[in-house]
Nanobody, 119 residues
Framework: QVQLVESGGGLVQAGGSLRLSCAAA????????MGWYRQAPGKERELVAV???????NYLDSVKGRFSISGDNAKNTVYLQMNSLKPEDTAVYYC?????????????WGQGTQVTVSS
């Protein structure tokens, strides 16, 4: 079992910034990819940003230019820097990690952290 612990959520006004952290209980280079998803009430969970082992990133169109995902191997932590936040960014944000095993890829999830953006 891989433990992922998110932190950094909270309440912020529109236009503000937050940085989410996802601390892994193992070296993050062991994962093929790590990402951030979000789920708003009544909506499906969606991928916000992902970073792979090579450092390549990909973003949801609506957050491009505002959000940035990065990793710190020394701290076994992945970050999501969120700038110019909008009310529609309000959601529970989940960290995930994909681990390649002999049985295939296993996906792990954190417990989620609430982000609320007020207008």
């Amino acid at each position: 079992q891989v433990q992922l612990v998110e932190s950094g959520g909270g309440l912020v006004q529109a236009g503000g910034s937050l940085r989410l952290s996802c601390a892994a209980a193992r070296n993050i280079v062991s994962f093929t990819a790590m990402g951030w998803y979000r789920q708003a009430p009544g909506k499906e969970r969606e991928l916000v940003a992902v970073i792979n082992r090579a450092g390549s990133t990909n973003y949801l169109d609506s957050v491009k230019g505002r959000f940035s995902i990065s990793g710190d191997n020394a701290k076994n932590t992945v970050y999501l820097q969120m700038n110019s936040l909008k009310p529609e960014d309000t959601a529970v944000y989940y960290c995930n990690a994909d681990l390649l095993t002999s049985l295939g890829t296993r996906r792990y999830w954190g417990q989620g952290t609430q982000v609320t953006v007020s207008s």
